[in-house]
């Protein structure tokens, strides 16, 4: 299985939860389940929450969360970490239980797929400790209801997506693999229910991205407006970005409050973040890359 790291402990393994970024996300109409038909191009960052985990002889499955971020999360059954252990349990029949530990790196909420990357990173780790084998449209299933961005993020690999989520498509972008990418975060929390109710529900045309020069001139995030309504500070952080050196594209992901820009350089990149975190202290920054499959 893809992204397994070193293992801390004897019986312990790891999986990276890599934060999810939509460089473009068009929303083309509301569905009659009330589900959003959308088409957006998923990308992932190197950077991300981090799951460890060994076997529990009891049969129990637990959950402790640490990191930066951990007081803004709860570790018990609504968590979807523990959504998608007890998912999967059921699935395969297994009694086997789990101690997991979920080092939460990444802003709750914060429209880079935080609770989704978690969820798929559970999936992949505890088929891997309890040794299961799921055929991949199975899994993916399990991940559709658990959320919209799960499946995408079981691979986490760049992809254009539609549907609500299930429509999933490897997508190969020349240049985009590595890309210096900045993530800010002003400290803010939205929702994305309330994001997405204030979508003005125009369809402004579909999302094509076979390059990068497409993805910048053609691509937008149509949640942005509502996003900035809600979050006026946004509109500052996308400013801010759009302001440095070397920017390529500049965006807020997914429904906010999280926003990027990749840049031409891994110099650019760093004086970027110099600059942002001099003039914004509070503001969550995190330098990383866009990850290759």
Not at 6 to 33: I, M, S, Y
Not at 62 to 90: H, I, T, W, Y
Not at 160 to 189: D, K, W
Request: aromatic share 4%; with cysteine; hydrophobic share 45%.
């Amino acid at each position: 299985m893809p992204h397994v790291e070193a293992e801390c402990r004897a019986g312990e393994l790891v999986e990276t939860a890599f934060a999810k970024v939509n460089l473009a996300l068009h929303v083309r109409k509301r569905r009659p389940d009330g589900y959003h038909a959308l088409e957006s191009l998923f990308v992932f960052a190197e950077a991300g929450d981090r799951l460890a985990g060994h076997v529990r002889p009891d049969g129990m499955i637990s959950l402790r969360v640490e990191g930066p971020f951990a007081q803004m999360l709860d570790a018990g059954p609504d968590n979807l970490v523990m959504k998608a252990a007890c998912a999967l349990r059921f699935h395969v029949g297994k009694e086997d239980g789990a101690a997991l530990v979920l080092t939460k790196n990444l802003p709750v909420a914060s429209g880079i797929g935080g609770g989704s990357a978690d969820a798929a990173a559970a999936l992949r780790l505890l088929m891997r400790l309890w040794d299961v084998s799921i055929a991949p449209e199975t899994l993916e299933q399990i991940a559709l209801s658990l959320g919209s961005d799960v499946p995408a993020c079981l691979s986490s690999v760049t992809q254009m997506v539609s549907g609500r989520g299930e429509v999933l498509q490897r997508q190969t972008i020349p240049g985009l693999a590595g890309m210096p990418m900045l993530l800010v975060n002003p400290g803010v929390g939205v929702s994305t229910a309330r994001i997405f109710g204030g979508w003005d529900q125009v369809d402004r045309g579909a999302l094509a991205a076979s390059d990068l020069r497409q993805l910048v001139e053609a691509g937008r995030n149509d949640l942005e407006p509502p996003a900035m309504a809600v979050a006026p500070v946004i509109g500052e952080v996308l400013s801010g970005l759009r302001s440095c050196e070397g920017v390529a594209m500049a965006r807020m992901s997914g429904s906010g409050a999280t926003c990027f820009a990749l840049f031409d350089t891994e110099r650019d990149l760093v004086a970027a973040a110099t600059s942002l975190r001099e003039g914004h202290p509070q503001w969550w920054i995190a330098e990383t890359r866009i990850r290759s499959a």
